[in-house]
Structure formats: structure tokens, C-alpha cells
């Protein structure tokens, strides 16, 4: 059970900053993670001292130290528009329109991860970066060749 606070755009994703009840703090939801939404008739105030502005630049700072300790990978991926959807799986960094396709940036976080990940995107999306996975997508798809040779 939460308690809107407020609603942040960033990139092309929309967060909603609420206070939840079950950590008893306010905190940071993607609107893609939520299911399903019941309206209650109690009533609710934000404290005075709240400022989403504050709070949520606040947020982003602690969010990037706390990523910066983590292991961090980008692979930027472009597929047709009709399989955008496919960014929603994975730690997205950044997404833009080029034409008929989307680019994504995604954290994969170790490179051992993203030459296991970059398979889900090979039958139908180009590798834009980094070079090395580049040449692993390659290296994956010359395989699978090689079993129809023949």
C-alpha cells in the first residue's frame, strides 16, 4: 500500500515517488512494475517538508553512487520498432528513435553476462556497441552458420 507523492518523467519512462507503507519510507516506483492499482477512499497527507524536485535529485545521486559500486557493462542494441519491447527486460540506460528502429542502451553489468544476453537480440537486432561484443555477436552467428553447411 503506497501514497502518491508525485509522477517523474525521465527518458521515456514515468516513476512514480510514493510513500510505501510496507517500508515505511518514501520511495521510487517504475509505473511498468506495477500491475495492478486498487483506489482507497482514506485519505493521506505529504508531510510539509517533502519536495519532489529535491527528493528525486536526491534519489538520482544516491541511485548512481550505489550503481557505480555495482559491476556496469552498457551494450547499445538497435532493433525494428516492432521489437522495442524486448528493452523492457533488461536494465535500460537510455532509448531513442532512429527511423523505423529504436537504439537501447542496457546495463548487462559483466561482460560474461552480455555475451550470453546478446543472443536474445541477434535474430533480429544489430550490436552498436561495444566493439567487443560486436565481434562476439559475429562470432555467435558464424557458429549457427556453420551448422547449416554443409
Not at 40 to 61: A, H, Q
Not at 79 to 90: A, D, H, L, S
Not at 128 to 149: D, H, N, V
Request: charged share 30%.
Amino acid at each position: 500500500m503506497i501514497a502518491p507523492y508525485g509522477l517523474v518523467l525521465k527518458y521515456t519512462s514515468w516513476y512514480l515517488v510514493a510513500y510505501c507503507y510496507v517500508s515505511n519510507e518514501v520511495r521510487t516506483f517504475n509505473y511498468k512494475r506495477i500491475k495492478n492499482i486498487i483506489l482507497l477512499e482514506e485519505s493521506y497527507k505529504i508531510t510539509d517538508d517533502f519536495e519532489l524536485k529535491r527528493y528525486w535529485t536526491l534519489s538520482v545521486k544516491n541511485f548512481k553512487e550505489r550503481k557505480n559500486k555495482k559491476k556496469y557493462y552498457p551494450v547499445e542494441i538497435k532493433v525494428p520498432q516492432t521489437f522495442g519491447k524486448i528493452f523492457e527486460n533488461y536494465d535500460l540506460i537510455g532509448i531513442r528513435k532512429e527511423g523505423d528502429s529504436i537504439i537501447g542502451m542496457i546495463d548487462l553489468h559483466k561482460k560474461d553476462v552480455a555475451e550470453n544476453e546478446i543472443r536474445a537480440f541477434l535474430c533480429y537486432g544489430e550490436i552498436l556497441f561495444p566493439e567487443e561484443m560486436k565481434s562476439k555477436a559475429k562470432e555467435i552467428l558464424e557458429s549457427s552458420l556453420q551448422i547449416y553447411k554443409g
